[in-house]
């Protein structure tokens, strides 16, 4: 494993962050948006869920807002990957960027199972919110703000 991190490590990209602190910055910058593109999409949509925002129907919010999250998602993970690669053995012996990754894909995962339940399409469509909806809307503001919160203590270990 050690030597697979050390490969990753020496990727043309990885040597390109360590060297060029301009372009090490703004790959940190997009990682910052990025967050903050799932974060403020999600939380928006899941405390319109949980009975806030109620002027607002699920079934207009619903579909860009999810789209707008799984798009910081996939934009977060990439640049993650790529800061990842400055240092992955030390980053890999790090208890709270273990801690972060598993948030990360636990939120994840609740988003496809939520998706993918039988009570979505009914809030989607402007139906009674299954209780089921409203736990994994709970549990997803959990999820993603305490990701962050691993996230910031990453360089303090």
């Known amino acids: 494993m050690v ?5 990753f490590s020496e990727w043309p990209g990885a ?13 940190n910058a997009a990682h910052i948006v990025s967050i903050g593109l799932v ?8 405390l319109r869920i949980l009975g806030a925002f109620k002027g ?18 996939v934009l977060a993970i990439a ?16 208890t709270a960027f273990l801690v ?6 636990f939120g994840i995962i609740n988003a496809v199972l939520l998706h993918r339940s039988r009570h979505w399409p009914i809030a989607l ?11 994994s809307a709970f549990l997803s503001i959990t999820v993603w703000i305490s990701a962050i919160i ?6 303090f270990l």
Do not use: C
Request: hydrophobic letters at 50%; glycine letters at 14%.
């Open 56 to 73: 607002y129907p699920i079934s207009v919010l619903g579909p860009p807002l999810s789209r707008i999250a799984a798009i910081g998602v």
């Open 100 to 105: 972060k990754v598993g948030l990360v894909g």
């Open 15 to 27: 040597v390109v962050l360590r060297r060029v602190q301009l372009v090490y910055l703004l790959v």
């Open 125 to 135: 469509s402007g139906g009674k919110i299954h209780r089921g909806v409203k736990v």
């Open 79 to 94: 640049t993650g990957l790529m800061l990842f690669s400055v240092r992955p053995i030390a980053y890999a012996q790090n």
């Open 39 to 46: 974060v403020g999409a999600i939380v928006s949509l899941d």
């Open 150 to 155: 691993a996230g910031r203590w990453i360089g």
């Open 3 to 7: 030597e697979l991190l050390q490969a």
